[in-house]
């Protein structure tokens, strides 16, 4: 534990270690990179590892093991926007419209499944769970309202946004 107020609690450090370890993995990499290019356009802004502020949370209320001050999906959608000026935003208040959590060999959909309930908690609209073993994507409305695309396009009612899995498994 750190100072009063900033202390910083994670279920095991194994799952927090595991989590980190994606970083890195060709396919995960390759995949976020791919994602970002097809989520960005003049409606969206994407972002890659962007720091979401959960300070706010009442973790108590929540059924998860994962408790820290801040989460880090693979890609945050936002609405258009440019940098930010003159600084940069260290742990984003603003949470995103979408999230996407790319599952890598390392992973258990368990822990990704733990994150979109403090997702959804926090007021993010839709998540995404990549899974680029099965070459498939789930799109999230609702911890209990999910579509899973593995052929064709993939579609996010709620955000308007359409996409082909062919651009994303290349």
């Excluded at 396919?27 to 356009?41: A, E, F, P």
């Excluded at 590892?49 to 890609?75: N, Q, W």
């Excluded at 003159?86 to 990704?112: A, N, Y």
Aim: glycine share 4%.
């Amino acid at each position: 534990m750190t100072q009063a107020g900033t202390e910083r609690l994670v279920s095991t450090p194994d799952k927090a270690e595991i989590l980190e370890e994606a970083v890195g993995l060709f396919n995960h990499s390759y995949l976020q990179i791919r994602l970002g290019k097809v989520l960005d356009s003049e409606t969206y802004t994407a972002c890659a590892e962007l720091s979401l502020d959960t300070s706010e949370l009442d973790f108590e209320k929540l059924e998860v093991k994962l408790r820290r001050d801040e989460v880090k999906p693979d890609i945050s959608l936002y609405p258009k926007r440019g940098l930010s000026r003159p600084r940069d935003i260290l742990r984003m208040k603003e949470m995103p419209l979408l999230v996407v959590e790319i599952l890598s060999p390392r992973q258990g959909t368990d822990e990704i499944l733990e994150k979109f309930q403090v997702y959804f908690a926090l007021g993010i609209r839709s998540c995404w769970l990549v899974d680029p073993a099965l070459e498939t994507i789930a799109v999230y409305a609702s911890m209990t309202d999910r579509t899973i695309f593995s052929t064709g396009d993939i579609v996010d009612d709620d955000l308007k946004i359409c996409a082909s899995l062919s651009d994303i498994f290349v």
